[in-house]
């Protein structure tokens, strides 16, 4: 039976460990069990945080606007609204070219549903609106 050993030269392996903890540190490695997340947003721009109510004026328009989409009287409708914070303006522009630019815009994601159909629209907190030809 043949036993093969290995034998290192410390001149080879003391100075491979030093670039190696020099990279790690440098590079920013981290051998941590945590993750962390970094934001895409530019530091320059802070994030708005979107209003909660919906106000009563745009409630209206949007009942009225899906019980002509939907053909369901407006006292037969339920509307839930989730505030979102969407990127920029092309979220209102369905079909057109539109820059790709952030700029953020207080909104909600309002989801109008009745007799078994739904409606999914995208307002912004001026008022506008617009219902999303991608939601089902």
Not at 22 to 47: C, D, H, K, Q, Y
Not at 54 to 62: E, G, Q
Request: charged content about 20%; hydrophobic content about 40%.
């Amino acid at each position: 039976m043949m036993k093969y050993t290995l034998k290192y030269s410390v001149g080879g392996i003391v100075p491979l460990l030093i670039l190696t903890g020099l990279m790690s540190g440098v590079a920013g490695f981290n051998f941590s069990n945590t993750a962390t997340a970094e934001s895409i947003v530019p530091p320059s721009t802070s994030i708005p945080k979107p209003s909660s109510p919906l106000p009563k004026n745009i409630v209206k328009r949007l009942l009225k606007d899906a019980s002509k989409r939907l053909g369901v009287p407006v006292r037969q409708l339920k509307l839930f609204a989730k505030p979102k914070i969407f990127p920029n303006y092309c979220v209102f522009n369905f079909g057109k070219i539109c820059p790709r630019i952030y700029k953020p815009i207080k909104g909600w994601v309002v989801v109008v549903r009745g007799r078994g159909k739904s409606i999914t629209y995208h307002v912004a907190k001026n008022g506008k609106f617009v219902a999303d030809p991608k939601a089902k």
